[in-house]
């Protein structure tokens, strides 16, 4: 417990989990929360490339401390990065330890991800409490290592709980920006819908590929919104350049946005092209915004294809597996939903989304150990 007049300091830390952060910021932020807050997350979004990070870009405008960390994993194919990652394995728990003694946190939230273990296990050495959130419908490989570190573990979904200590787990839901939870559903889909395409913070090379394919086709009917990470921004900008006039009109693209951004070209979408990462789901399932789902084939425990399983069985997405993402079955996708747009709506209008109040209750788990400072 954090002695009177002490102001409370949280270290959060995660991989791609910003966007998850950034709301249970907003969150302690909104409580009038008196903590000062630091984020530790990766340097780079993609792998032996200096591709800044979504959190490192964006944290810091908000007055978030933010501290990249240097962290290895084991990959899960041999490439030219696998050997100078395992060898940062070890730096990253010195790097930790130098961070974390410098912080001097009361508490440490890890949203899991590579860069986060080091923290959490240095965190627990160093007797800091330790709470962990999964995002996903299973479990990600860290925060499965993390549990035993952890005084208290928050998951997402129900499923998740086959996974941990159940008398230390505690179902709160993933945290969702509260302005997609005020989008209402359109009740008339848009004379030229607008389609919001993301392959998330670095982007998607099988969907960037066939949205390049299949650009004029869907521009004929469509605007399209593509978010392509930062390293395709200027291919695509080039693209869209060489269209005609009026299909030109229709294509917008970026690179990477910031969390608010993120939230504004989704709530103005009228269908969703994405991977299927836990905080794209939880927007998708809070707004109802009809959508195509691509999974990602090898992420951890198949978690992506649960993560959609879980979105296709709420009633709101379609699934399109990487092995038959053609620009024909895209399109053909595309036409589907158009075509069943309110059937699909009148399917999903009384239910409501699971991660409702979930950073309030981050935020009291977090009041559980740190007191109501």
């Known amino acids: 417990m954090v002695k009177k007049n002490e102001k409370v300091k949280i270290v959060l830390s995660g991989g791609h989990a910003g966007s998850t952060a950034f709301v249970v910021i907003e969150e302690i932020r909104r409580q009038n929360k008196s903590w000062d807050i630091s984020w530790v997350g990766f340097r780079s979004s993609l792998e032996g490339e200096k591709v800044p990070s979504l959190s490192s870009i964006y944290f810091p405008k908000y007055h978030i401390k933010t501290y990249g ?12 990065h ?61 925060n ?24 230390k787990t505690t179902l709160t839901g993933n945290p969702t920006p ?19 395409v993301t392959g998330g913070q670095s982007g998607s090379l099988a969907i960037n590929k066939v949205i390049e394919d299949a650009l004029t086709i869907i521009l004929k009917d469509f605007c399209l919104v593509h978010l392509t990470g ?46 299927a990462g836990a905080n794209t789901v939880s927007k998708i399932i809070a707004a109802k915004k009809l959508s195509i789902l ?32 053609t620009p024909e079955n895209l399109v053909a996708q595309i036409r589907y939903i158009t075509a069943n747009w309110n059937k699909i709506l009148q399917s999903v209008s009384g239910k409501e989304s699971p991660d409702k109040d979930a950073a309030k209750k981050l935020v009291a788990l977090i009041e559980e150990f740190v007191g109501k400072k």
């Open 69 to 80: 960390i240097t962290a290895g994993r084991i990959q899960r194919k041999l490439t030219i």
């Open 82 to 142: 696998t050997l100078p990652s395992i060898l940062k394995i070890p730096l990253g728990f010195i790097h930790a330890f130098i961070l974390l003694t410098g912080i001097k946190p009361d508490l440490i939230l890890s949203f899991g991800g590579f860069a986060a273990f080091p923290v959490v296990v240095i965190g627990y050495l160093l007797g800091i409490p330790v709470i962990i959130h999964e995002q996903t419908s299973v479990v990600g490989r860290a």
């Open 144 to 167: 499965k290592y993390s549990a035993f570190f952890a005084k208290k573990i928050a998951i997402s979904r129900e499923s998740s709980y086959d996974y941990f200590p159940k008398n």
């Open 178 to 196: 509260s302005t997609v939870f005020t989008t209402k559903p359109r009740r008339f889909l848009s004379k030229i819908p607008t389609i919001f």
């Open 230 to 275: 930062i390293k395709n921004e200027k291919k695509f900008i080039g693209i869209r350049e060489r269209l005609v006039r009026d299909l030109k009109k229709r294509y917008k693209v970026y690179g990477l946005v910031s969390p608010k951004k993120f939230n504004d070209l989704f709530k103005f979408s009228d269908i969703v092209i994405s991977r």
């Open 294 to 325: 691509i999974p990602l084939p090898i992420s951890y425990l198949d978690e992506q294809k649960r993560n959609a399983l879980f979105a296709e069985e709420f009633g709101i997405a379609r699934i399109l597996n990487q092995d038959a993402l």
